[in-house]
């Protein structure tokens, strides 16, 4: 006897991922910001990160590897003294990722995971400083480079974090150079100029990504 012929049920595409990488300063979270707008679920991976230092358990690791120089006042973990630290050698920074890394990729996918289930949600952004670093872009379905030149950014590093421009070349250097990033990008947005251009080229991005986003 014949089996009975099932029709096979098409798959539903896949949400979009959308991962933004760029130099420090570029304007990688005012992107993911206007993405923000147009209905997307943002994953903030360095606020994660700093929402984990803040946890006991991994302040207890912290503490075990660089001592209690690292800790300000108040008992927490003190960034800036901690970057001092890992930020001077490649082997202490592979030392604080190999910490942190696993455990806000384990947090992101979470994350991730919930932001999928949502019907409303059009896409979702990683927004992550060190996306390529940590390897995070193997979650995502499409990447977009920010571009700007780097006496801008360092000037807006200056502004926003307090950074001196030996401190922004400093960060820079320990990733991936930005012509490595830039060719693995699938979009590229330069943010050279005005908030509106920025967001008009978002717009068009987000236009070409997400089917029917009108």
């Known amino acids: 006897m014949d089996k009975p012929i099932t029709k096979r049920q098409p798959q539903r595409p896949l949400k979009p991922v959308i991962g933004i990488v760029g130099g420090i300063g570029a304007g990688k979270s005012t992107a993911a910001g206007e993405f923000a707008r147009l209905g997307c679920v ?11 230092l803040a946890e006991p358990a991994v ?55 919930v932001a999928r ?26 990447l977009i480079f920010v571009s700007a030149a780097s006496a801008t950014r360092a000037d807006r590093a200056a502004r926003r974090a307090g ?21 693995r990008c699938d979009y590229i947005l330069d943010n050279s100029s005005s908030l509106s251009h920025l967001c008009k080229q978002v717009r068009r991005v987000f236009r070409q990504i997400v089917p029917n986003a009108g």
């Open 163 to 183: 950074w001196a421009r030996t401190a922004w070349r400093q960060r820079e250097k320990s990733q991936i150079p930005l012509d490595k990033k830039r060719r």
């Open 42 to 52: 943002v994953i903030d991976a360095d606020a994660i990160g700093h929402e984990l």
């Open 59 to 113: 302040r207890r690791r912290i503490v075990r590897r660089w001592g209690p120089d690292v800790l300000g006042a108040s008992g927490e973990v003190d960034r800036k003294a901690l970057a001092a630290v890992v930020f001077q050698d490649a082997g202490e920074l592979a030392a604080l990722n190999r910490i942190m890394h696993p455990l806000i990729a384990r947090r992101v996918k979470r994350r991730l995971s």
């Open 117 to 142: 289930k949502d019907a409303a949600v059009p896409a979702v952004v990683i927004d992550a400083a060190v996306l390529l670093e940590g390897g995070w872009d193997a979650l995502c379905t499409h």
